[in-house]
């Protein structure tokens, strides 16, 4: 832990952003900026709203509904830190209660009716918080925090009773924080240290606990967030408003469940385009995991692939445990940005170096050689027989004079290095202690980043909490591998905010003439047939072989010469999944005769099976090139999301794919295709040409523009194999299945 401390698009940019708007490539008009109360395509924002939370984290009064200062009442202690809170952020507090004349020595109002002037903030004690939010709808509160549980978590009834509360919330015009959330908000604040801050957002109070334990150790937090159930207000909205605050340097959050997808990544969207960046510990990863979520918020959880992929499209860095929450949330919100993105690892042992520099580069950290010049200069106070091209192994860092900080201050001197990991395995003073001070000395006159991993189990040594978590710029880990995971989220990190463009800036905001066409196409409820299936294709731009529908032996054969032979042959009908299971797909026909026969054994399979057919495909057949799969499918929190992967087959048996969630852009199009384990056939192996890789671009981009405009419409699309040809050939649709809503 820290202690107390766009790119020019090209040609094929433009073209493929306006493929994604369903036009034909030539020039791209920029999109501006998404504003309030723009809408895309299907009449969802593409802009953020930001809540005036001021006068919740500030208020200028606060109403205490239920106050008590009777011993041993529940209540009590509630009400003692509300006061206390109320005094240091400077409001006026107002205890409500019916029975009581005063709490705490302040007067009591028997009813909201009767407080002396308008609050920013109620809080409300009592159980059924129904009548409350009325009254204090008629009283024009700003805020209102609702503790009580009993709510969605429980089940049906609970979710009915939230919904009667969401809904009053609604009508009243109060902003409502809860139910089932704690006094998390209130908590006290260090506010003697310096430097950005950490906000905290939780749907569990008690794993935020570590997080705002890190003011302990010299890192500064400035707001928690505890969200509950979120009836009304929810984490995107505290994510807008922090990514707006000057003091904030990383936001945290600990999440079990999204109320509103399109609002969380328009809430990272904020974040992203202010270079904020966003810590997250989203839980759901397992099956057993999502139940125990759904069963404590009564939220869905999501597909965790999808929430993977959308919390990636939006630099939002995601986290398993606490500790890393911790460590890399303290790492962004303190240190500036990298002058480079080069790792050196400087120990005072050959082992632990070697050990270390094996890690990182399995991280996928860069550990560039120090050139032979640099090298020189540090051998004149490392003897030579000691490695000091990267890992530098010093031996034993000297303790009697200069030569130890002249060392570190040359490796920093490096204009390939951006980071300096040094792990000190255990206290070895006067070794260990003379190395931790010239390295907090060195760090106070860089810019550049100076990590040090303290592996002593105690972690009571003065040099580790005093001299290390005294210093405001060196990054204090107790583990490897959190120093790690951290360094490569930091420059991950700038390295995502350098190059982001919003999305949303460039979403369509009207329907293509495309989308015109498809409709013509859909039949609500149903299946559509492979032949209607590339129809819809063709009205948005995407290749489909040569292909005619045929309901005749002579018919066929009339269709193949036309087509041109080889011809595949296919059988057509509206609820036909599987063909290739049933026999219904034969394949190189190449003479009339072979026609006419498939012909006839598919319809007799057909009849066999009980499948309805509308006609027989003959189509062209398309041999040479990569089997990918493309498709749309619905999510319950973000809606319709495209898939792309290695297809064919096999594509169930291999489950390589990758997700995106609309709307996304060409790079990150590339970068699904880029995370596959199989994206090495794209570019050709064992003698084979490289794949048109910018047309299976053009595809995805299609698609998506398919998924918004027709997302309500479509519950599935499914392309494959999508054959994507050698380079410059482009790509072809053999087979499609979509399914209407």
Known sequence: MLGSTHGTLTTDSRRARAIACGERPGPAVHGRPAQEGDLDVSGRPLHADVPDLDHFFRPRSVAVIGASDAEGRPHTGVTRQLADWAERVGARLYPVHPSRPSVFGLPCSPSVADLPEQVDL????????????????DAKARFAVVFASGFAETGPEGEAAQRRLAAAVERSGVRLLGPNTNLNAFEHFRDDLEGPAIALITQSGHQGRPVFALQELGIRLSHWAPTGNEADLETADFLSYFAEQPEIGAIACYLEGLKDGRSFLLAADRAARRGVPVVAVKVGRTETGARTA???TGKLTGADAVVDAALRQYGVIRVDGLDELQDTAALLARARPPRADGVVVYSISGGT???????????????????EARQAEL???????????????NGGHPVGDSRGRKIIDAILDDPEVGVLICPITGPFPPLSDRLVRDLVDAAAHTDKLVCVVWGSPVGTEPAYREVLLGSSRVATFRTVGNCL??????????????????????APRTPSPSCRKAQALM??????????????LRAYGIRVPREQLVTSAAAAV???????YPVVMKASGARIAHKTELGLVKIGLTSASQVRDAYRELTDIARYEDVSLDGVLVCQMVEQGVEMVVGVTHDDLFGPTVTVGLGGVLVEVLRDTAVGVPPFGEEQARDMLAGLRG?????GVRGRPPADLDALVEVVLRVQRMALELGDQVAELDINPLMVLPQGQGAVALDALAVCR
Do not use: C, M
């Open 122 to 137: 109620a809080v409300v004690l009592v159980g059924d918080p129904l009548p409350v939010i009325e009254e204090l709808a």
């Open 523 to 536: 039949r609500p409820g149903e299946q559509l047939s492979e032949h209607a299936a590339k129809q819809l």
């Open 558 to 564: 009339r269709a193949a010469g036309l087509v041109g």
């Open 485 to 506: 995971n951290a360094v490569r989220a930091y420059l991950a990190h700038h390295r995502f905010t350098t190059a982001y463009r919003s999305p949303f800036d460039e």
């Open 379 to 393: 051998h004149q106070w490392i003897p030579e027989y000691l490695s000091v091209a990267n890992p530098i192994d």
């Open 353 to 371: 170096g070697a050990h270390v520099a094996d890690l990182a580069t399995e991280a996928g950290l860069r550990l560039p050689v120090l050139s």
């Open 679 to 683: 994206r090495a056939l794209l570019d």
């Open 294 to 296: 759904a069963s404590h």
